[in-house]
């Protein structure tokens, strides 16, 4: 017995006028919206002080900040994009939502912030390779700094609560970009203070420091987001938890082939249960439902894909060469001479290579005896069928 049980997807309908949008996950999209305003707002104040006041008081470090922070805007910007759209419902072409924009939005966003470090860091060390040009800093950078290092501490300590209560990945990602700012902010204030004490260079290694910060943390970011897009799978704590609530199933005697991977903040799951293999269909169809059900309540998960077996199918004998229903009625009827057998009901199993058959037979108790020796005949010979076995069916008055 074969059976897969599933979610139905409520599909949006196509149609030829423009519908409104409406999020997926409204508690999400509204505190990621309003979060990432008040990023946008910060950081484009921010972004003016520290690259204004860097170049006028002489500060390379603070510039190169200034720089973090408009890549902040930047990516603040792709938030706002990658919230809107992957909060949008399933549709025909998207059966598993649009979850996985938050996922190409983090990867953009580790990418520019890696290439960004990358050139911040070049640019820092060809300065310091004529330290006689190297100038002092105006103190008006340090208490730019200062100020930069507050509003980002401030900011991460703000967006990870957000994030922590709506549960997002492109949330607690953009956070703790966030801490990473604050972060080179500090740095910052460090090198600007060591300028000020006389050590001119570390302006520029503070500068230097800062790209490297950037750059951590964005290939950190891009490799989360590509390892997420090739369909890497759960920790295996957590594929462990999911296996132990799938066992737990009434109805499921063991599991194999347990496939995880992420999507977003969720995780798809496909498993293969093994149940008795004499229950009936409904029966089996129903322990998937159950085994589902539990997973869906118990784990954070959007979708789980389970697939019945009847028996181990990694280490039995595979039934495909076995003949189909009508094959097996015929090769039955002619190995017992019996050319009713269609207006009985018969059950067939196929079970490890080989087929087990219940004959429901509508007649006296010795006809039902009388069958069961010619299978029993039957089988001394017949290369398909292991078992046969015959029951009477009594006639409800």
């Known amino acids: 017995m074969k059976n897969h049980s599933h979610s139905n997807h409520n599909h949006s309908h196509v149609h030829s006028h423009k519908v409104a949008f409406e999020p997926a996950h409204p508690e999400r999209f509204e505190a990621a919206k309003r979060s990432t305003w008040v ?39 792709l938030v706002l994009f990658a919230n ?55 103190p008006v950078a340090l ?59 570390f302006d520029l290694l503070a500068a230097a420091v800062v790209g490297v910060m950037i750059g951590h943390m964005g290939g950190r970011l891009a490799f989360e987001a590509l390892a997420e897009l090739i369909d890497t799978g759960l920790a295996p704590e957590e594929v462990d938890a999911i296996r132990q609530t799938l066992l737990n199933t009434p109805g499921v005697c063991s599991l194999h082939d347990l496939r995880t991977r992420k999507m977003a903040d969720n995780a798809l799951v496909d498993a293969h249960i093994i149940v008795d293999p004499k229950v009936s269909v409904s029966e089996g169809h129903y322990i998937a439902e159950a085994a589902r059900a539990a997973v869906l309540k118990a784990h954070h998960v959007l979708d789980v894909m389970v697939h019945i077996d009847p028996e181990d199918d990694r280490q039995a004998k595979p039934n495909a060469h076995l003949p189909n229903r009508l094959s097996l009625i015929q090769h039955l009827s002619t190995g017992l001479s019996r050319e009713d057998l269609e207006r009985h009901r018969l059950v067939f199993h196929y079970l490890d290579g080989k087929v087990d058959a219940e004959i429901y037979l509508n007649g006296s108790q010795q006809e039902a005896e009388s069958l069961q020796q010619q299978c029993v005949e039957l089988l001394k010979t017949d290369k398909i069928f292991r078992s046969i076995l015959v029951m009477r069916r009594i006639a409800p008055k």
């Open 39 to 77: 990023s946008i707002l910060i950081n484009l104040i921010l972004t003016f002080l520290q690259v204004v006041g860097g170049f006028f008081a002489h500060s390379q470090a603070l510039m190169a900040d200034g720089l973090h922070s408009m890549s902040d805007l930047m990516s603040d910007i």
């Open 143 to 201: 208490g730019i700094a200062v100020i930069a290092l507050v509003a980002k501490e401030g900011m991460f300590r703000y967006m990870l609560a957000v994030a922590k209560r709506v549960r997002s990945q492109m949330l607690i990602a953009n956070a703790w970009h966030a801490r990473s700012d604050a972060a080179s902010s500090l740095v910052v204030v460090i090198g600007v203070i060591g300028n000020l004490m006389g050590y001119t260079f």
């Open 84 to 138: 809107r759209h992957g909060n949008r419902h399933a549709d025909a072409n998207h059966p598993y939502g649009h979850a996985r924009v938050e996922t190409a939005a983090t990867l953009v966003l580790g990418v520019f912030l890696a290439a960004l470090g990358v050139g911040l860091l070049v640019a820092a060390a060809l300065r310091l390779q004529h330290p006689a040009a190297l100038q002092s800093v105006n």
